[in-house]
C-alpha cells in the first residue's frame, strides 16, 4: 500500500468517524445525552436504502436522510424529552433501551441476517490517483464527507439557527435566559445528528454492501471514542477526534503485522486510553460545560 | 407599566425560600433588592423572570398574569436579567454574544451584527467586537453581559451583583452606565447588590428581604436607619 492509499483510506474511515462523532456530539452538546441509539439511525439509513433498491438515486438518497431524521426527531420527542428533567443517566438508560428497541425491530421484520444493498455499482471500480489505484468509493467518501462539513459549519457559523445552537451548546440555560427555545434547539440538533446519520449509512453501506441491523453500532461505539478524545461538547474537538481515530485505525491496519492486526481494535483503545491519560478532559475541552435542561 | 410579584411563596422541598413577598418594578425607576446572603433575592428574581415558578401568587406586567409563561416568554417580552456570574458564551466573539440575543429577538444575522456594533459602540467595547470571549478582562467581560441583556430591548432590566468583583473606580463607571440605560432605554432597573454605595447612589427606592420575606420597602435613607435592617444585615445589635 502505498502513501496516496494510505492518506485516502485514512482521510475516508476518518470522515465517516468525524460525522458520526459530531452526530454524538451535537446532540451531547445541547442535552448532554451521550446517545447511543445515533447506531440505529445509521443502521436505518441502510435499511431505507435497501427499501428503494430499484427506484432512482435521488430518491432512495432522500428516503435515507428522512428515514433517519423523522427516527432521530421521534425518539428526541418520545424517549428523550420527557426524561429530560429528570437524572441524566436515565437518559443515557433511555438511549440504550431505544437502541435495543429498534435494532430488534430490525430483526423482525427484516431478519438479523446481512442483506447486500449495492446501491452505486459504478462506485466499486478503481481509478488511478497520482499512479495509485483508489476506489472510487473512497473517494466519493472524503468527497461527500468535506461537503458535509463545510455545509454543517457554515450552518453553524452563517445561520440564527446555527448561532443559537452554539450559544446553547456552551451554556444552555443562558441561552434560554435570552429566548432561545430549548426544545426547538434539541429538536434540530437531533433532526441534524439525524441527517448526518443518514450521510454516514449510506457511504458506509456503499463501502461495505450489505445492511444488517447493528450496521452502525461499532461505528458509533468508535466514534463516541473519538468525541471523547475530541472532547466532549466540543463540535470542533468532536470532528478533530473522529478524524484522529480514523488516521490511527488506518495506520494501524497498515503498519500493524500481519498476525497482529486481528488485534487492531485493541491497539487502538489501547492508544485512546494512552490519549486520556496525558489529556483526560480530551484534546480539546469544552471550557464551559453546564448544566443540561 | 409596572413588573410585579404578587404574594408569591416559593419551597424547596420543606424549606421556604420566599415567604409571601410582594414587589413592584416601575418602568423608568432603579429599584434595589437587598438583603444578607440566603434571604432569597436571586429566588425572587427567577420567579420574576419566570425561571422559577412560585408554589403560591403571581407574578404580573401591566397587571396581567404571566406566571404561566414559558421562560423564553420573559425576555421576548422585555424582561431581562444579568447574573452575578456574567455567563458569557466563551466560545463566541464579543459581537456573537450579542448577535445570540439580537437573532432570537428575530434579527436577521447581518442586521443582528450591525445592531450588535451599536450596542457595544454605546458600551465603549467596538474595538472588542471581534474578540473571542474567553480573551477579556473582567470589566470588559460584564460590560459585554450587560450589552447582551440590552440587546433584548429590556422595559425591566433585573441585575444581579452587577458590581460583584469590580474595584471602586469600575463601581463609579457601573454607576453611571446603569443611570444612563435607565435613561436611554427608559426602562425600569432592579439591582441585587451588596454594594450599599452603589444602591444609595442608584435607586430611588429600596426592597429589603430576609429569610425570604420581606422587611421593609422604601427610601435608601429612610431604610438605613432602621434597626431591624441593621440588626438582619450588618449583624449590628442596634
Known sequence: ?293 | MALSAQSVNVRFGGVRAVTDVSLRLDQGEILGLVGPNGAGKTTLVNVLSGFQRPAEGDVQIDGQSVRAQPPHWFPANGVVRTFQSVRLFMGLTVSENIEAALTVAGYSRRSARAKAGDLLDYLGLAERRDTIASALNYSDERRVGIARALALNPRFLLMDEPAAGMNAAEVDELGVLIHAIRKDFGCGVLVIEHNMRLISDLCERLHVIVQGATLAVGAPEDIWGLPEFRSAYLGATS
Open chain 1, 1 to 293: 500500500m502505498n502513501s496516496v492509499q494510505i492518506i485516502t483510506d485514512a482521510l475516508s474511515l476518518g470522515g465517516i468517524y468525524a460525522l458520526t462523532a459530531l452526530g454524538i456530539g451535537l446532540v451531547f452538546s445541547v442535552l448532554r445525552l451521550a446517545n447511543f441509539a445515533h447506531a440505529e439511525l445509521v443502521t436505518v439509513a441502510g435499511y431505507a436504502l435497501l427499501i428503494g433498491v430499484g427506484l432512482p438515486l435521488p430518491l432512495v438518497l432522500f428516503m435515507a436522510a428522512a428515514a433517519s431524521v423523522l427516527v432521530a426527531m421521534a425518539t428526541e420527542r418520545l424517549a428523550f424529552r420527557p426524561l429530560r428533567h429528570v437524572d441524566q443517566t436515565t437518559m443515557l438508560v433511555s438511549s440504550f433501551a431505544v437502541s435495543i428497541l429498534i435494532q430488534n425491530i430490525f430483526v423482525f421484520f427484516s431478519g438479523s441476517r446481512a442483506k447486500g444493498v449495492d446501491i452505486l455499482p459504478a462506485l466499486a471500480r478503481q481509478v488511478s490517483v497520482l499512479g495509485a489505484d483508489v476506489s472510487m468509493v473512497k473517494l466519493t467518501t472524503i468527497a461527500v464527507c468535506g461537503a458535509t462539513l463545510v455545509g454543517l459549519i457554515s450552518f453553524l457559523r452563517f445561520t440564527r439557527l446555527g448561532l443559537e445552537m452554539r450559544a446553547a451548546s456552551q451554556d444552555f440555560s443562558m441561552a434560554r435566559n435570552l429566548g432561545v427555545r430549548a426544545d426547538r434547539v434539541i429538536l434540530i440538533a437531533f433532526a441534524l445528528s439525524g441527517i448526518l446519520a443518514a450521510v454516514v449509512g449510506v457511504l458506509f453501506v456503499a463501502e461495505v454492501g450489505f445492511v444488517q441491523p447493528r450496521l452502525g453500532l461499532q461505528l458509533v461505539i468508535i466514534s463516541f471514542v473519538g468525541t471523547v478524545i475530541g472532547g466532549l461538547g466540543n463540535l470542533t474537538g468532536a470532528m478533530v477526534g473522529g478524524f484522529l481515530i480514523g488516521f490511527i485505525a488506518t495506520l494501524l491496519q497498515t503498519f500493524l503485522p500481519l498476525e497482529l492486526r486481528e488485534f487492531r481494535e485493541a491497539f487502538l483503545f489501547g492508544i485512546v486510553i494512552l490519549i486520556l491519560l496525558v489529556r483526560p478532559h480530551g484534546l480539546f475541552p469544552a471550557r464551559h460545560l453546564k448544566e443540561r435542561v
